[in-house]
Nanobody, 115 residues
Framework: QVQLVESGGGLVQPGGSLRLSCAAS????????MGWYRQAPGKEREFVAH???????NYLNSLKGRFTISRDNAKNTVYLQMNSLKPEDTAVYYC?????????WGQGTQVTVSS
């Protein structure tokens, strides 16, 4: 079992930045890929970015250059730095970890981009 707790969401003006964190606990030694997804109101959950244990990353193409995923294996934490935020980035952001072939999800953190 892996438990994930996200933090760092909030209200930000367009053009602003936020840094999300996701701290993992439990059977962390089995974790491989960690990542972020988001779900906007009325839309399906979509992939944002992921990072493997050795640091390889992948992003939703439309977010490249604005969002950066990173990982601190010593702290069992994955981060999502979001810059130049736009109103369309408003969503609940979920952390996901793959461990022993199973997906684990956090509870989500709300990001609202509005003036």
């Amino acid at each position: 079992q892996v438990q994930l707790v996200e933090s760092g969401g909030g209200l930000v003006q367009p053009g602003g930045s936020l840094r999300l964190s996701c701290a993992a606990s439990g059977s962390i030694f089995t974790m491989n890929t960690m990542g972020w997804y988001r779900q906007a109101p009325g839309k399906e959950r979509e992939f944002v970015a992921h990072i493997t244990r050795d640091g390889s990353t992948n992003y939703l193409n439309s977010l490249k250059g604005r969002f950066t995923i990173s990982r601190d294996n010593a702290k069992n934490t994955v981060y999502l730095q979001m810059n130049s935020l736009k109103p369309e980035d408003t969503a609940v952001y979920y952390c996901k970890a793959d461990a022993s072939g199973w997906p684990y999800w956090g509870q989500g953190t709300q990001v609202t981009v509005s003036s």
